[in-house]
């Protein structure tokens, strides 16, 4: 099975669009680690897009923020202010479905998958310390996490060696593959999709090969400049539309 692994989108479409096209006839089925909306132009377009298409979606901490299930006080300004943007722009039935998305983590096919870390959906793993902490909380051999916009991940190897994902730079549109060591276990980030902060703008995303035991990951370019206009179309917070060319 291939599965085709999507997080933190936050209503960019112009970039899970191309994602799509990119990965199209690669996959079998979709996981989506969430963050489906906040920061972005097009929250009910993504969620439609997703809704149909993906076999298991977590909810992520701006899924919880823009449906009212959390109030945001823990966001910096920006976020508030794209939050408070989104839930004004939120259908009914895409609040409600948002509401009801489930936490992780959740098994799939021994897959785990969570938005920030095993140990919590808000929590984040940035560097070797919550790598190990969320290793240590939770003995599944493959975690999908999201949250940090950061593609790559951690491997705790057979031999209990902490080794970081590293992925040398990847071309637009061609896989850039690691494959699963027997023993070894992996917490995996495929990156994101709408508002990558690794310093690469373009889109991320991965696909993983049960039988194979290979992660693919890939970024790609995506028409950025459309997703820009909406954005001050939308006067969504200046700052939130330039951070997407650098990637921070
Ligand atoms: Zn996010």
């Known amino acids: 099975m291939r599965y085709l692994i999507l997080s933190d989108i936050h209503s960019n479409l112009e970039a899970l669009e191309k994602c799509l096209a990119t990965s199209d006839g690669r996959y079998d089925r979709v996981l989506c680690l969430g963050d489906l909306v906040g920061y972005g132009p097009d929250p009910n377009a993504v969620i439609d897009r997703l809704q149909p298409l993906a076999a298991v979606i977590v909810r992520g901490n701006h899924d919880k923020a823009c449906c009212g ?110 494959t699963l060591q027997e023993n070894a276990r992996y917490l995996i980030n495929p990156g994101s999709i709408g508002q990558p902060r690794d310093g690469d703008g373009r889109a991320a995303f991965a696909i993983l090969d049960t039988e194979k035991k290979q992660i693919d990951f890939y970024r790609t370019p995506y028409d950025m400049a459309m997703t820009q206009e909406k954005m001050r179309k939308a006067d969504l917070p200046e700052p939130l539309i330039t951070r997407l060319e650098v990637g921070r």
Do not use: C, M
Not at 88 to 98: G, I, K, R, V, Y
Not at 146 to 157: A, E, I, K, M, R
């Open 69 to 178: 299930l959390t109030d945001a006080e823990d966001f910096n300004y920006l976020a508030r202010a794209a939050a408070e943007w989104t839930q004004w722009q939120l259908t009914p039935d895409h609040f409600e479905f948002l509401r009801n998305l489930p936490n992780g983590p959740i098994q799939i096919d021994g897959i785990e998958i969570v938005h920030g870390s095993p140990i919590g959906e808000d929590e984040y793993i940035f560097d070797s310390l919550g790598a190990v902490e969320a290793f240590q909380s939770d003995p599944a051999p493959l975690v999908f996490f999201g949250h940090s916009h950061h593609q790559g991940g951690f491997v705790l190897t057979a031999d209990k060696r902490l080794q970081s994902v590293h992925l040398t730079p990847i071309k637009d549109g061609e896989p850039t593959s690691i």
